[in-house]
């Protein structure tokens, strides 16, 4: 006797994974950006580097990079309580 497989449980690979665009940010013009972006903030960071150290606001800076490392994280999988499930 042979098995046939359930159709119900056959996936057709083609029709799961529809191509989507590049991200810009994983492209050359969204690397080039993020490196200017990360450069004009090293040099303004380093102009102004007394009015930052002296303002007492730099103890703030660990709680903004928390919240901010939340925020942006949790944009590939859905954000809380989902588990993983991809239906």
Known sequence: ???QPDPSHVH????EHVPRPPSFWRSRAGIYLI???VLGG???GYEHRVHLLSSGL??????LLCVGMHF???GGHGGH?????KT
């Open 35 to 37: 490196v200017a972006l």
């Open 12 to 15: 057709d690979d083609q029709s």
């Open 1 to 3: 006797m042979t098995h």
């Open 81 to 85: 309580g989902s588990g993983g499930d």
């Open 58 to 63: 730099l103890i703030w800076l660990p709680l």
């Open 72 to 74: 942006f994280m949790h």
């Open 42 to 44: 090293l040099l303004l």
